[in-house]
Every structure is written in structure tokens, then in C-alpha cells.
């Protein structure tokens, strides 16, 4: 019987051997990644867990399928972002707005040249505080679903511009655009809830840490 | 290869042992594809008089016949059940007894999906009613109708499942 | 030295590894003279800030996986396992039998299948597994499980037998999948057809409404 904590590639020939046990430690130990990422494009606990459960049994399914030509968790993470994009498709029709966009910087924030985050102190420290993983996740609630979903694939899940433009059925310039305003939107927000002003413009005018009307800072990027 | 494994899966199934191991012939080198497909299909009537009940052999098909897009249809019954068998390249024809015609071929497949096609023809027609080439998970099930037939409306319930 | 534009997508997409190796000696160029160029925050400063936000959704979504207690888990076990019940009975024929022997004996036949690349028939070796977990209470799983095993690669060499098991007349079909169909093509005769969506609990089914030649009243629209 193999040990639930050999690696990937025996657990999955197990599987296929039709050793339930090891399908589940596999699983087991993808399951919490798995909710993260479905947690991040669906935001709502019980349909991330539906996507958790239908993507298990996909995957005890359609095991046969996987080829090995690339890791196995890279197959199911495919597998979890069809399922969840198909989860974001189907609920669309029930809202009356399309959030198509969504959040639009309206480019006179100075672009990426706001730092919420590095602003804030050691990183380290940073992570662990919870009102900025907080922050961070109320970011994503407002964010387009497009843009959330590009936001998701890569930064979670470390998937390429083709694979991304893949799932989206897009074109790979599509992407890169698509995750540049994403990310622009997300520095927006955490400016905004983070009450962050350029340290250039307070050293400029001396004023006090202020949330609202961020004055633009010039352009960083020549 | 393929000889090579299916002599040890011989050996192993005469092994007196209480765990057989299954096989699989997909090695991660092989690409590993449905060629075949069996599909279910499932023609039933839909009339405008009835007790709204759903017969025994229609009730996979509850959740959908009890939609807003059936809510004018009170009177369900079942008209014929066949499976066909799809190769790649290798379309079936189910020729129903209502006389309408349902081709159905494999196209391939695409990671958990399969693509198909389907053409219905009707009784007496050159052009089919509908040609459509379309994806759908494995065990997907497709609806297509709303033609005059009989007392009511036939619909064709397609699901398909890749064979392995 | 050099003050070459470099758009802020090109550092978003450079931060992501996904530029040409001209592209990406263009931008570690600029940024290499970029600090004592520029105004505000260097582009080394911008990269940092997107690997900061990188580790911050991480983290972020982590923490709310952290949230999901284990027990929860463990109910989305239970479904999966009934269901992958259900898929590997759906592969069964439903008579009971006395022993595991007498149903691969009785099951198994030597078959003569002529295995050619372009018939398209496709080979099938079904074997018996023994589901190999502790058995629990009066699980019907353990007792032996029938699972279609994947065909290997279409040989080209003359009929070999192929062990298969008794082919039932009509293949079973388990409870369909709900979930939309794509239509990647679809054309109707000349009349007017339109393509709906059945939205229920348990999925989405695509409904293709031919029209008949003449109007068909009390026909809702969708």
C-alpha cells in the first residue's frame, strides 16, 4: 500500500491501480489550496467547497486522461479554474449589472507607482498582520470578474499568459492588458483602504496621512 | 506494448491474491484518447393536456421538464429510448419511429469535454432541422425539439459518454 | 545610457516572466539607470510592490482557507465518496454475486478484437479491482469493483486478443452531468431556432428550440 506521504507521481499510479485511499491523501493534499483558489474567484465559502467536491470527483474520473505530460497539479488546477469559471458564467445571468470592468482606475492615480503595501513597513511583518490580508481580500471582492480571475490564475496559481488566455478563450495580449489593470485596480484599493499617500507628496507638502484626495503623483515611469 | 500488458494483467488475474491490480494503459507517454462514445437518446412528447406528473422513465429529466421553458406543457410521455454507438469518423444514425432522423458523431474530445455533432432530420425534408457541432462535459446532457409531432412537441434528450 | 520608454504593462509583464529575452535586456537596462532618472518610486521599488501584493493574496487567501475547519472537509469527503460509488456501479451489472472469484470467472471471456488504427474500435480491458480500503460497515465497494482501464496506444499489429468482459447489450448510463454545452456551431433549416439554458439546483442543460414552419402560440420566449 503506498504511504499517503510518497509523492505525487505514486499516488496518482496508485489511483489508477484503483486505490481509493491513495486518491484520497492525494486530494488531501491539494484540498485547502484547492478552496483558496476557488474561494478567490467565487468569494463565497459554500460554492468554493462545491467547486472542492466537484473537482475531486473529476479528477477520480477522468484520471485515465491525464497524460503526465505536465504535473498533476497543474491538471487539476485546470480543472478547478473551468469549474469555477463556469460557476462565474452561470451566476452572471442572475445579476442585472454585467461587472464586466468593474473598478476602473481612471488613470490619474499615478499608476503603479503607488505602493501600498512596501509602504507599510517590513514584509514580513506585513503578512502577518490581518487587516491587511483583510484589505487585500476586500480588494478582490471589488474587483471585475475578469480581472479577479486573471489576478487568481496568476498570482495564486502561477499560470502563463497562454495557459490564462487559454481558459478565457482570449488572446495572450488580452491577458497581459487584462492583469495590468487588475493589478493597477487591487493597488487602487489598497491605497484607498490602506490610507496610503505617496511619501513624495507629503515630503512636497507637508500635509497629514490622508486616504481621500490623493493629489497625482507624477508619473514614475519616464 | 500493448501484448507485453495484457500478458501480466493475465498473470495477475489468476494470482490467488485479495488485491488484483486493475491496469492502465496509459503510460504517461501515451496520448490517451476517447475514440468511442455511447449516447443515450431519449425522444419523449410533451403535450398540452396532462397531470403534470413526469413518467418513471422521463424523471432524469425532472429538474428540466419542470422549468419555466416546459411550464406550457403539462403531459409528458416517453416515445422511444435508443443508444448509439459512436466511433471517431464513425457517425450514428438513430432513424426513429417518429420518422425524424438524429445523426450523432464523435469529433474528439477535449479534456473533460467531448465535442460532438448532431443533425436532425425531419420526415420528408432535405435541409435538417438543426446541425450543430457542440462541446459538453462527459455525461452531458443536451435538449433539442419543440417540433410538431403527434398531439404535442418532440424533444430529443442526448447524453453521451466517452468510452474508455 | 539610454532612457528607453518602458510602459508600465511591460514591467507588470517582465515582473511575470513573460517577455522576450530582447524585451526583458531592455527593461533590466532601464532599470539599471532608472533610480537616478526618475522621480518617486524606482522600478525596482514597482517590482517589489507586485511581489509584496503577490505574497499578500497568498497569504490572504490562505488565512481564509485556515478558516474552513477540517470537518468540513471531511463531509465533502463523504459526498465524493458516494459518488464515486455510484460512477464505478454505474461500470457494474447490478446482480449480487456469492464471491470475488465466481464474478472474475464468470465475467471474464477471451475475445477476439481486431485492433486497428483507423476502425477507431476502441479496445477495452476491464478488470477486477479490489477497492483496498478497510471495509466499512456493509460497503458494497470493497467487495471488488469492476473499472474500465484506458486502451493503450492504437498498435498496428495484427488481432491480439484482448481479454473483455462480457459486453452488456444496452451500456448503463449514470444520472447526466449538468452542466451547459458549448455550441461551437449551429445552424437551423432557414427557421428560426434559438438556444436556451435550464437553470436548476443541480446544473445548467442547453435546450436547442427548433421552431416548427408554423408560429406556435402559447410558446414562451426566453
Redesign the interface.
Known sequence: MVSPEADDQSLVAACRLGDRQAFKSLMQRYQRKVYSVAYGFLRNQDDALDVVQESFIKVHRYLGNFEGNSSFYTWLYRIVTNLCIDHIRKNKRHRELEFDDGLRHDGEDGGMSALPLSSLGDPAQVLQRREILDAVQDGLQYLSDKHRAVIIMRELQGMSYEEMAQAMKCQKGTIMSRLFHARRNMQKLLTERLGYVPSSLADETGEDRDASGVATPQAVLP | MTPRILASAFTALLLPATVLGGLSLASAEVHAEVKAAACKVTVFLATKDGDGSIPAELKFLDEQLRDDQFAAFKGFRLLEAKTLKLGLAKPSVAALQSGFQLRLSLLGEEETKLKLHANLMAPGRDKPLVDTAYKIDNNGLLLVGGMRHLDGKVFFAIQCRGET | MT?R?????Q???YF?G?LSPAERAEVEQWLAH?AA???????R??L???G?????????????????PEA??EQ??D???R??DR?TAAHQPAAPSPS?WAR?LGM?RPVWVP?AAT????A??I???????VPTGASA?NTG?L?????????A?AP????VAAVEA??T??????????????????KQ?RI???????G?????????E?A?G???S?
Open positions: 532612457t520608454t518602458i510602459s508600465e504593462q514591467l507588470s509583464a511575470d513573460e532608472d532618472a526618475s522621480a518617486g518610486p524606482s522600478g521599488a514597482v517589489a510592490e507586485l509584496l501584493m503577490r505574497d499578500a493574496l497568498g497569504a490572504s487567501l490562505q488565512a481564509e482557507a485556515a478558516r474552513v468540513r472537509f465533502i469527503w459526498e465524493i465518496d459518488a464515486l460512477d470475488l472474475v471474464l485492433v476502425a477507431g474500435v476502441a477495452v480491458l478488470t477486477v479491482v479490489n477497492g483496498g480500503a465497494t469493483e473499472v474500465a482501464s484506458k486502451p493503450g496506444p492504437q498498435p499489429v491480439a486478443p484482448v481479454l444496452e451500456p448510463f449514470p444520472e447526466p452531468d449538468m452542466r451547459e454545452a458549448e455550441i461551437e456551431r449551429i445552424e437551423f433549416s432557414g431556432g436556451g439554458t435550464i437553470e436548476g439546483k443541480r445548467a442543460t442547453t435546450v436547442i428550440w427548433v421552431s416548427d408554423d406556435s402559447g410558446e414562451r426566453l
